[in-house]
């Protein structure tokens, strides 16, 4: 099997660039592409709330329910903004292109760097957390963790390289099942809680010693940590162009029934795991301890694991779908390589896919598959780009005035301020535990995404034919590396005969018995051709050819050469091992020559 047979069987075979518009989603499918890294959420952010408080000993826990239903308000007023975002940006309303749109290139670029980041980390963070409660309910797996973590990335990478619409319909179940069973979940918990009263509580967990006093700051970073849970609100307002006609009334269909869902699950969650005493600890998630305590060690306690598994790995597509479209808008504007506005076979930007998978890979191998380790790092850039997107929009309404722009302006005021707010709480209260590293992260992807832009402003002057009156007329001189004579040498000196008659054969002296062997051959096949010999005293290939040619360059700017290089290439792609690699030698040395042109003739054997 070859490599094309390979990418068919794994990605499927290519699609015409007229199938595009039938690749794009419906809401139902858009909702599970783009809903689950947000739903996901569900499963861990109640945790990392609770993590925090329990510093402060067991009855700081009590705390959970009211920092949770601040977190769901922010939620509705992020989703209440973004709508607007959305009908303000059909063709795409990215918090990069809105904040390039009206703030201007580094603000931009800041919430361009930010989103990269976030959506890197939104991969490493979901996959872990997957792997967390699949090690909760299989303990003898917890030692493979980072092994599972890295398998996952790349399977859900590879359902991504096979399409849009043909990876919505493999997400879409598990989505909608995961909203099924965590609604189970509730309504079970909450019906037993109101008709039998308050559930038989199990024997009281061990007193903890609190490590920390309960204060502002303690509860400032617990609700930190649960914001979290706003991660992936910005995803749909970046894939509009993804949805099917009307796009703009599709997404904000979309977000606005992510919002209503996301709130009620995590809420609902928190204030079951108030209800039922939850204290979390490493071996075991507190859904997890939720879900044994209301369905019990049984099949449906199985169930919500199982698919709290799937979703929390699968969470992962939503930014396996954003990640590369983001960075096709900023290699449009030239701020990230080219290649990264490419589409694949299969019509998806396949370069953003794959760099995303080798760095979020990379991330659970470093951090040992450890969530917690991870969310100090996630949050602050997400809350960094819903600022600048949101103040972007203010500007926009302040400086536009359409109809109605008062209250648009109030609105998008508000996502400003409460987003801006969070992003400080969270800045402040994870900058030592690893929120420093994204700060700088940020800033040297900044730094590289200007001199790339500037890169390709200099090749782009250089190449301009504004004021352009010609080349002068150019000679030329060519060349054909001997390095014995045979029937591959001389196909190639038949081809550099194409491109002038005038021909010299060029040969690097090692040894002189061998030279005259050579000059012998030469007089009876060389066609006529000169043969110019060049002492090697220290036996090195390339320094006496690299002096000769110097040599000719030195003529003049409009003197050109050109080198003939003759290549055999054996039967079987093993046999190459067999022979030296000096034509890949010499390429290698001539690359970045001014005026030289390097021409590869290949004899194929049998």
């Known amino acids: 099997m070859n490599l094309n047979s390979l990418k068919k069987l794994l990605v499927g075979g290519p699609l015409a660039t007229a199938q595009a518009r039938h690749e794009r989603l419906g809401k139902a499918t858009g909702l599970a592409v783009f809903a689950s890294d947000n739903l996901s959420s569900v499963a861990y952010a109640t945790e990392e709330i609770l993590r925090v408080l329990v510093l402060a000993a067991v009855a700081a826990l009590t705390y959970a329910v009211p920092i949770g239903v601040v977190i769901g308000l922010v939620i509705a ?208 998630t507190v859904v997890s301890q939720l879900t044994r305590r209301i369905f019990g060690s049984g099949l449906l306690y199985y169930f919500v694991q199982a698919i709290s598994v799937i979703i929390l790995a699968l969470a992962a597509n939503t930014a396996f779908a954003d990640f590369p479209r983001l960075a096709f808008f900023m290699a449009r504007d030239g701020y990230l390589p080219r290649q990264f506005a490419s589409r694949g076979d299969r019509l998806v930007f396949s370069n953003g896919v794959i760099i995303l998978g080798v760095a979020s890979a990379s991330l659970i191998a470093v951090f040992d598959g450890s969530t917690h380790a991870l969310i100090p790092l996630y949050a602050v850039g997400v809350f960094t780009s819903f600022t600048l997107s949101q103040s972007s929009m203010v500007r926009r309404w302040i400086s536009r005035r359409p109809a109605g722009w008062r209250w648009r302006v109030a609105l998008s005021g508000l996502g400003a301020a409460t987003t801006g707010l969070v992003m400080l709480i969270v800045g402040v209260t994870k900058f030592v535990g690893g929120a420093w590293i994204v700060v700088i992260l940020g800033g040297l992807l900044i730094a590289h995404f200007v001199s ?127 022979h030296n690699q000096t034509a890949l030698l010499i390429k290698g040395a001539l690359l970045f020559r001014k005026n030289v042109v390097v021409t590869n003739v290949p004899y194929h054997l049998r």
Do not use: C
Not at 539 to 566: C, K, Q
């Open 452 to 578: 790339i832009n500037r890169h390709y402003g200099q090749v782009a002057a250089q190449l301009s034919l504004d004021g352009f009156e010609g080349h002068p007329p150019m000679e030329h001189t060519v060349l054909v590396l001997v390095g014995d004579l045979h029937k591959g040498v001389l196909h190639a000196f038949q081809y550099a005969r194409m491109l002038s008659p005038s021909v010299k054969g060029v040969y690097v002296e090692l040894d002189p018995d061998k030279t005259r062997r050579l000059e012998e051959k030469w007089i009876k096949w060389g066609m006529g051709a000169p043969l110019v010999v060049l002492s090697s005293p220290y036996r090195s290939l390339l320094h006496p050819f690299l002096e000769y040619l110097d040599h000719l360059l030195a003529i003049g700017d409009n003197h050109m050469v050109t080198i003939v290089v003759p290549e055999f290439v054996p039967a079987k792609w093993w046999q190459h091992l067999l």
């Open 77 to 284: 007023v992020v989703i209440s903004s973004y709508r607007q975002t959305i009908a303000a940006y059909p063709q795409g309303a990215s918090d990069y292109l809105v904040t390039k749109d009206n703030l201007g290139v580094y603000p931009g670029l800041t919430a361009g760097a930010a989103l990269l980041i976030d959506y890197t980390l939104t991969v490493a963070v979901s996959v872990s957390a997957g792997v967390a409660a699949l090690t909760s309910a299989l303990p003898p797996l917890y030692p493979y963790r980072v092994l599972l973590g890295v398998s996952l990335v790349g399977l859900i990478g590879l359902a991504n390289l096979r399409g849009i619409r043909e990876s919505a319909r493999f997400f879409a179940l598990w989505s909608y099942l995961f909203i099924g069973a965590y609604a189970l979940l509730m309504l079970y918990g909450f019906g037993a809680y109101v008709v039998w009263g308050l559930p038989v509580m199990p024997p009281p967990p061990p007193v903890r010693e609190a490590t920390e006093t309960l204060g502002v700051f303690l509860i400032l970073r617990a609700f930190a940590s649960g914001a979290v849970a706003l991660t992936g609100i910005e995803a749909v307002s970046d894939g509009v162009t993804a949805f099917k006609p009307p796009e703009v009334k599709n997404a904000q269909s979309v977000l606005v029934a992510l919002g209503v869902i996301m709130i009620a699950l995590f809420v609902g969650i928190t204030l079951l795991a108030s209800i039922h005493g939850i204290v979390p600890h490493d071996e075991e």
